[in-house]
């Protein structure tokens, strides 16, 4: 039964006759437990409805060009609307915490737990969103990808500088030296792709909390895979997010290209070698685009990747457009 004030209810602890003072007592403090609860909801809902708009807004920038939603009005009425669900949640977790203490016996108690236990659980997962600087994460990205950019154009001169060596027949000293000084930058380039493939990832599991950052993720990718990803749906947009190496270069790999052990036949489709990655052994499949497919078919070929999981299925790891020579 709900007290005069609108945040006051009477548990059902039991008859009063049963309880005598106590019944006083919880009712007293137990602040309204079920209209908190409403409101939070209703807040919730809101929030859902707000994601699904800016998700819907998000599509339509994408296909059209449009400017960045991040920092939009909309997405600022997002953000108000999930601290307005996280301080209910907060609000009515905190009531009902103290009423359950004051009344362990109470009747209907392990009900009213488990709401109070998805309540906190909705209220981590708002806490979680509230805690992430969308610019300032999006700035570090943009950074992440120039150090990605300058460190492989570095290894591509020193891989020039070794060739060209080798090609007027320098001393040996200075060959072994170049060779030194490309074997240390691919290491350098690929732990700046690495940073970079891994604010990627981070960023694209923000995209549940802040949806318009696909867009901004997207506009990074050159214009022509940035074409073909408009096309596809948004959840097979975020499957290629997943693994798609921007920066990624066959000379991130331990061995040239030549030296890779060819593992398929004579004949097939596609090449597949066998190769290393930091020392460690994985396998490429190579698609020749100016033979046998185009980037879009690339691209569904990644997304049917990333659908299929089992034990008998090799992980794709990461899929990357060589568009240069190295």
Request: proline share 4%.
């Amino acid at each position: 039964a709900r007290g005069p004030n609108p945040y006051e209810c009477r548990l059902t602890a039991g008859p009063p006759e049963q309880l005598g003072q106590r019944w006083e007592v919880v009712a007293a403090q137990a602040l309204g437990l079920d209209s908190l609860r409403e409101f939070a909801c209703r807040a919730e809902t809101e929030l859902t409805q707000l994601q699904q708009a800016l998700r819907e807004l998000v599509h339509i920038a994408i296909v059209s060009g449009g400017e960045t939603l991040v920092g939009s009005a909309k997405a600022e009425e997002r953000d108000a609307k999930r601290q307005e669900a996280r301080q209910y949640l907060a609000l009515y977790i905190d009531c009902a915490r103290r009423a359950r203490l004051l009344e362990p016996d109470w009747r209907g108690g392990s009900d009213r737990e488990h709401q109070v236990e998805e309540a906190d659980q909705r209220r981590d997962v708002l806490e979680a969103g509230a805690k992430i600087d969308v610019v300032q994460t999006l700035q570090g990205l943009k950074q992440q990808r120039r150090q990605a950019v300058t460190a492989l154009t570095e290894a591509r001169s020193a891989g020039t500088d070794l060739e060209n060596a080798r090609d007027l027949d320098e001393p040996f000293e200075c060959i072994r030296e170049k060779e030194d000084s490309l074997a240390k930058s691919k290491r350098l380039a690929r732990k700046a792709d690495q940073a970079f493939q891994k604010g990627i990832a981070e960023l694209s599991n923000m995209y549940e909390h802040f949806p318009e950052v696909l867009q901004d993720v997207l506009s990074m990718f050159n214009k022509a895979v940035l074409k073909e990803l408009q096309r596809l749906k948004p959840l097979d947009q975020r499957r290629v997010l997943q693994v798609f190496a921007m920066e990624s270069k066959l000379a991130h790999y331990d061995e040239e290209q030549d030296h890779m052990k060819k593992l398929s036949k004579c004949g097939s489709r596609h090449e597949v070698v066998a190769t290393t990655y930091k020392e460690e052994p994985c396998v490429l499949k190579i698609f020749d685009l100016s033979i046998q497919t185009s980037l879009a078919g690339f691209l569904r070929e990644v997304v049917l990747h990333r659908k299929l999981e089992g034990p008998n299925v090799v992980p794709l790891q990461r899929a990357f457009l060589e568009t240069q020579p190295l």
